[in-house]
């Protein structure tokens, strides 16, 4: 499904380059989940921007399902995202301008596979019923990250990769999101790839690759 | 359908930001509509010009004219048609009546030839019969039609849409008759196809003049015209800054937004491909709002425009606007273009927009030096720039390429100045809620800065022209007194008229001195001029408004050997004191030398003086109608109702209603320039409104730790009203000697260029105090309302400022 | 009898209304009438009659070249006064002036047109010597008299210059010059000199040929229009071979039969009327010529004087397409006599 072979990045600085990754690699079956640990630092947040191919490798290749994203174009990887990939932000990101449906709905638009029972389904089980026509601003922060998780699903992803999505809530909070997030991911059928620093919420999911340094541990 | 799903997201950014929608479609719409309005004005003027020259196929058929520009014989005319050429004859000139002149235009229908086209007495031959047979017909536009129909001098009149206004066109009879020039000829019309040589008799006396694609108008209200447009063009930048700085803002505010856009899968191109026709959607908007206020413009203007074209140039151009759809268009297009013009930086940056947030995002102090240096590098070399094409340059274009310099480069320059004295009132600021305010004025320069340039420029313009049109003021009254100096002036209908006025007077004791201000119309090197007789008198040695003159000038003109020549001839033809000006005459060149140089304002002619009797030496023919009057001033107001009741025919004025219909001539000449002068004073207001408001959210988050720390509402909506008030101020200042170098380029270079005459530049210290005020009015107006939205926001308002803090 | 009516009713319509057909005889708006025969004097009559509305001095001439080929010249000028009251000074006199010039072959009719105001010396006819002219275009003779003239004009492809000369007196038409139009009884004053012998030189397609033919003059004026049911005329000058010469036209009425009329001229130069009755004129080949179909070719018969013929047009596109256009060329004749001539015709749509 997910194969990160030999992956390099370093990222210039004032300081002199710094490498950030070096030599990554790891796999991910379809409909695993896989915890992505480290230090701070780490290069965590670097892989999974690379593996969305939000940034470009210096070295090494990434491959999601048949497609190699390091080989691939600006407009195809904007594609590849818009069909294969969920993305949620440790801020959300939702976009400000449009209500909880909108945002929900936004991404499978886009990319050709709204499904509108699927999202109603989601919207029911991501608790949103209520606050569909509200905008970002009006909801708090869990309810934010819900309807983040509630986006990156709605269009069925192969692919949900997840940055450290509770790191804005408080504890409990969090891990209300985290169960409900491992439950949708095992109703859709994606793999999932999750960044955190956190031990427990890595020991939620069926595997866990700790980077230290750029390496991985 | 991707592209519809992302175009609704951005736009509903709008929808929740109606502030900076509303100030980036009244920015556009207000640039386009100065801009287009101008341009109506010009295009109507130039379209009524061209209509002139195009009248009886000016613009096409080659013509027939007397080498000395004057008029001929009709045996000319019979002479060459009897060798066979295909000649029609015209006779035009303007007909004095008590409601202003009329240009009579008379030709032979008989005769004209098919390319004079335009006429419409063709059209059935009954309008014809009239046209020839008394009482005749006279052809003229609606307009005109309406406002002379049936007046008692003219014959009656029937339309023809294709004439410019104020003229007539009338049978040749009947024009020989209202011109007074009987067996008198203006040109010929000459066939297309004719190749020949004119006959050796004739050659001497008579030229072939190639068709003018565009006539003596065209060329003398070119400057007025470039004028216009460079205060368009002026308004139309103002209004693009209102509208660079909403977009930029937009784009600022949406920049987080469009990288979740990005992050979602909406690729690089389709992202700015739809920026692209968001905007250009957002531009036609606005544009076709503008195109409809440039029209109520140049339709509120026009009758001033008309009205000093007419006075400066005898122009005649009609008081309503047609304008093609090709305006309409263009005024779309310009909004089109500007908007994109104003956003290209923003796309650039959509288009470039990387994905992640830089991990350390630069200081907004480090962002704002980096500014500000390469601003000052810019305004360093258009500065450079201007200064080469003052020193370089010639023309007009070169004085509009100095005034832009100048403007553009303090504009880029003002953020550095007002940043440097903000940091000098820091550095001195030491308890910390003064310290506060400084550093906090300085961060918000950066927002500003675009709005206040604006206001920089437009003050700066108000200065320049309101001290050049003072200075032209002051000037032009002293000017009036020299050239005025005869206490009345009148012109009989006819020679014969002036003959019987001036035995009259020799029998009224209070009559000092009769003058006689006799003129022909010439042209040299292809410039009309007017050639003016004078009689020797104390009149004109004491009083007549010399700028340079050699020794004995008086004498060696009265002598016939000299002449005097207006200062926008002698600049026109670039001719030095003591050169020779050979002046056509019908007995031949006629070589003089000038002898002093004097001042003409107003006069878009070139002009030269010579000895009445060298005159009518060489000019038989001159027009012998006009007189002027020395009597005791006390006595003039008698005299001049004496003479009308005993010559009904003839027109007499005293010198003081000669200089009040100067004086109102002149001030109507300046009433467009001051119109735009405002409104581009207003936009520049409407920049520093919008940029305020759009300010005023993000200034919540700035405001709302003060605000936790214990400063009231009140207090901080003082505080941002004071700092408004001190910006405007700061710019006002900054603005007065700008102002003052652009008076300069516009007394020394540009009027030199445009018409021919240097100023001397008064100060009018009063009017920048009123400036000053009118800045700080501008600048208390547009903060009122953000600061009355702060005194009014609730807490909960100002805890979102933390909340929403990203 | 010729073109000339028709053109200036259309150029001045309104003069025409203000005219009124019922007024016959009278001289109706001012002009002077012609309402009676009147001892026509020479030189004086062969100038300008401005009390008159219409005028005209027209010259056909039947052309040779040396190798024998054909050609055909027209010289006209019409005066037209275009109010009633005395001719005025300069611009203001009133009269207006047009001269028609063509010169044809077998293959091309080139025509030229050109227009004056009375009044400034552009066109004029003065007697003593007889000069008419228009612009640069000449009828001029050597004394008072039109016994011997110059005549010369010149288009844009085309001129040529004249002269023409003969002993006889002029002939008088109609009664003693009285020719009637109509049987409502409008009428012109009308002489010709058909007589002439011609001799000159023509330019055309770029070449200059030596010229001998005949000429023949007309000269009538009137104030009185044609009847308000006349749309049109034929109208033939012949010189026969005999030296008799003969002058017939056709006046075609929407709602009577035609007015016919003539005059047979011996070789003496004497002059008969010929009444309606004496006179058959038959169309016998019609061609399309300017988009529209006109009777080319004729029957011609006087059968008092034993004249039985047939015309034909040396160029059957004569058409003159001036500003009011009709055709006029010349044309052979053949069958009891040969000769040759003119034919002009009007009026056809």
Redesign the interface.
């Known amino acids: 499904m997910l194969d990160v072979d030999a992956v390099s990045k370093s990222y210039a600085t004032a300081q002199g380059p710094i490498e950030v990754l070096r030599c990554v690699s790891l796999g991910l079956g379809p409909g695993r989940t896989l915890a992505l640990t480290g230090e701070s630092g780490s290069g965590k947040s670097t892989l999974l ?1 690379l593996i ?1 191919g ?2 470009a490798v210096d070295a090494g290749t990434i491959r999601l399902g048949g497609s190699c994203v390091t080989g691939l174009g ?2 195809a990887r ?6 294969a ?1 969920g ?1 949620i ?1 440790q ?1 959300f ?6 209500d909880v449906a ?1 945002n929900l709905g ?2 499978a ?4 596979r709204h499904d509108a029972a699927w999202q109603e389904e989601l919207t029911e089980r991501l608790g949103l019923g209520e606050v569909q026509a509200r ?1 970002p ?1 009006q909801l708090s922060g869990g309810q934010q990250q819900r309807v983040a998780i509630g ?1 990156a699903l709605a269009g069925r992803p192969a692919l949900i990769l997840a940055d450290e999505p509770t790191g804005n809530l408080d504890e409990a909070t969090g891990e209300a999101v985290m169960a409900l997030l491992l439950e949708l991911v095992d109703a859709s059928g994606a793999s999932l790839l999750m960044v955190t620093h956190s031990p427990r919420l890595a020991a939620m999911l069926d595997a866990r690759v700790t980077l230290r340094a750029g390496r991985v541990a | 359908m991707r592209a519809l799903v992302v175009l609704r997201t951005l736009l509903a950014h709008w929808r929740r930001h109606p502030v900076e929608l509303a100030t980036l479609l009244v920015g556009l719409a207000v640039a386009t509509a100065l801009w287009s309005g101008v341009q109506a004005l010009n295009a109507q003027a130039r379209a009524s010009y061209d209509r002139a020259a195009a009248v009886l196929g000016g613009d096409v058929l080659s013509t027939v004219v007397a080498a000395d520009g004057q008029r001929f014989p009709l045996e000319d005319y019979v002479a060459l048609r009897r060798a066979g050429w295909k000649v029609s004859p015209v006779i035009e000139g303007d007909m004095r009546r008590a409601d202003g002149s009329v240009r009579v235009l008379g030709v032979d229908p008989v005769t004209l030839p098919p390319a004079a086209g335009s006429l419409d007495i063709g059209e059935g031959a009954e309008r014809l019969t009239q046209f020839l047979t008394p009482p005749n017909l006279a052809l003229a536009a609606p307009e005109t039609v309406a406002r002379l129909g049936g007046a008692q001098d003219l014959p009656p009149l029937a339309e023809s849409a294709d004439l410019p206004p104020d003229t007539l066109v009338v049978d040749i009879a009947v024009a020989e008759r209202l011109l007074d020039a009987p067996g008198r000829l203006s040109r010929l019309l000459l066939a297309p196809g004719e190749t020949r040589a004119l006959p050796a008799a004739l050659a001497g006396r008579l030229r072939v003049e190639a068709p003018r694609e565009t006539g003596d108008l065209d060329r003398l209200t070119d400057s007025f015209h470039l004028n216009l447009t460079a205060f368009g063009f002026l308004s139309f930048v103002v209004g693009l800054f209102i509208v660079y700085s909403a977009i930029g803002l937009a784009f600022e505010q949406r920049k987080p937004m469009l990288r979740t856009l990005r992050a979602c899968g909406v690729s690089a191109r389709m992202l700015t491909g739809v920026m692209v026709g968001e905007l250009v959607g957002l531009a036609l908007v606005a544009g076709l709002a503008g195109v409809v206020a440039g029209y109520a413009i140049a339709a509120s203007l026009l009758p001033d425009v008309a009205a000093s074209l007419r006075g400066l140039y005898g122009a005649r151009v009609p008081g309503s606007l047609s304008l093609a759809p090709a305006w309409w268009a263009a005024g779309i297009a310009i909004s089109v273009g500007g908007a994109l013009f104003a956003a290209a930086g923003s796309l650039w940056r959509a288009w470039t927009l990387p994905l992640l947030a830089p991990a350390q995002p630069q200081a907004w102090l480090q962002a704002q030096r980096r500014g500000l240096r390469l601003q000052g590098a810019l305004a360093a070399a258009i500065g450079a720039g201007a200064l080469a094409a003052l020193v370089f340059g010639d023309g007009l274009v070169a004085g509009f390429a100095v005034m832009g310099g100048l403007l553009l480069a303090a504009a880029l320059l003002l953020p550095s100045v007002l940043a440097g004295v903000l940091s000098l009132g820091a550095r001195g600021a030491r308890r910390p809620m003064v310290q506060w305010l400084w550093a906090d004025g300085r961060q918000q320069l950066s927002g500003l800065s675009l709005a206040l340039m604006a206001l920089l420029l437009a003050l700066a313009v108000n200065v320049g022209v309101g001290t050049m049109v003072d200075s032209f003021r002051r000037t032009f009254t002293g000017w009036l007194d020299q050239r005025l100096a005869a206490e009345v002036y009148l012109t009989a209908a006819d020679a014969e008229g002036a003959q019987a006025v001036a035995l009259w007077l020799d029998a009224r004791p209070e009559v000092r001195a009769r003058l006689p201000i006799w003129n022909v119309e010439g042209r040299l090197r292809d410039w009309p001029v007017e050639i003016y007789g004078f009689r020797d008198d104390p009149t004109y040695r004491d009083n007549w408004p010399l700028i340079a003159t050699l020794p004995e000038a008086w004498d060696r003109v009265a002598a016939g050997e000299a002449a005097l020549v207006s200062e926008q001839l002698a600049r026109r033809l670039n001719l030095a004191l003591g050169e020779t000006v050979t002046l056509p005459s019908p007995q031949g060149p006629w070589p003089v030398e000038v002898a002093a140089i004097y001042s003409d304002y107003g006069n878009p002619e070139g002009q030269v003086m010579v000895a009445v009797d060298a005159l009518t030496a060489r000019w038989p023919e001159v027009d012998r109608r006009r007189l002027a009057l020395r009597v005791a001033p006390e006595a003039a107001a008698a005299l001049v109702t004496d003479l009308r009741a005993a010559f009904p025919g003839v027109e007499a004025v005293d010198q003081r209603a000669l200089k009040d219909l100067s004086k109102r001539i002149f001030e109507r000449t300046f009433t467009v320039t001051v119109a735009l002068n405002a409104l581009t004073l207003a936009v520049a207001g409407i920049a520093l409104l919008t940029s305020l408001l759009t300010l005023s959210n993000l200034r919540l988050v700035q405001l709302a730790p003060l605000w936790a720390m214990g400063v009231t509402r009140r207090r901080l909506a003082a505080i941002e009203m004071g700092k408004a008030l001190a910006l405007a101020a700061l710019t006002a200042l900054a603005a007065l000697p700008l102002g003052l170098a652009v008076a300069w380029v516009l007394t020394a270079v540009i009027n030199v260029q445009a018409f021919g005459w240097k100023l001397p530049i008064f100060l009018f210290p009063g009017q920048w105090l009123t400036l000053l005020g009118m800045a700080l009015a501008t600048a208390f107006l547009a903060a009122l309302w953000p600061a009355w939205r702060l005194r009014r926001a609730s807490p909960l308002t100002l805890l979102q400022g933390f909340s929403n803090e990203r | 009898m010729s073109a000339r009516w028709l053109i200036f009713l259309l150029l001045f319509p309104a003069a025409v209304q203000g005219q009124g057909y019922a007024g016959l005889g009278s001289g109706a708006g001012g002009y002077a009438a012609v309402t009676a025969p009147a001892a026509l004097e020479f030189p004086r009559d062969h100038g300008a009659h401005p009390g008159f509305r219409i005028e005209w001095w027209y010259l056909t001439a039947n052309l040779k070249g040396e190798d024998g080929e054909d050609f055909g010249a027209q010289w006209t000028l019409f005066r037209q006064a275009g109010r009633p009251e005395p001719e005025a000074e300069g611009w203001a006199s009133g009269q207006i002036w047009m001269g028609h010039a063509a010169l044809t072959t077998a293959d091309a009719h080139r025509v030229a047109e050109t227009f004056a105001r009375g009044g400034i010396g552009q066109a004029g006819v003065e007697t003593a010597p007889f000069r008419a002219w228009i612009d640069d275009w000449e009828m001029t003779g050597t004394d008072d008299g039109i016994g011997a003239l110059t005549v010369a004009a010149r288009g844009e492809d085309f001129a040529y210059r004249l002269k023409v000369r003969t002993d006889h007196e002029p002939v008088l038409q109609g009664v003693a010059g009285f020719s009637v139009k109509s049987e409502a009884g409008q009428a012109s004053y009308y002489y010709s000199q058909p007589f002439y012998a011609v001799s000159g030189e023509i330019e055309v397609e770029g070449r200059r040929v030596a010229v001998t033919g005949r000429a023949w003059l007309d000269r009538e004026w009137s104030s009185q229009p044609l009847a308000e049911d006349q749309s049109g005329w034929d109208w033939f000058s012949l010189h026969l071979e005999d030296g008799a010469k003969v002058m017939l036209f056709r006046l075609r009425s929407e709602t009577e039969p035609p007015f016919l009329s003539g005059t047979w001229i011996a070789p003496d130069g004497t002059p008969t009327p010929l009444a309606p009755d004496q006179i058959a004129m038959t169309p016998v080949a019609e061609t399309e010529v300017a988009g529209r179909r006109l009777p080319v070719g004729w029957r011609i018969e006087v059968p008092d004087f034993g004249l039985a013929v047939d015309t034909e047009p040396l160029n059957a596109q004569s058409w003159m397409g001036t500003l009011f256009p009709y055709w006029e060329g010349p044309i052979s004749v053949t069958g009891s006599h040969d000769g040759r001539g003119y034919l002009e015709m009007t009026g056809y749509e």
């Open positions: 921007h969305a939000l940034d600006d407009a904007a594609a590849l995202r818009r069909t990939i993305l932000f801020q990101n939702l976009i400000p301008s449009l909108g936004f991404q638009r886009i990319g050709g905008f601003e986006r």
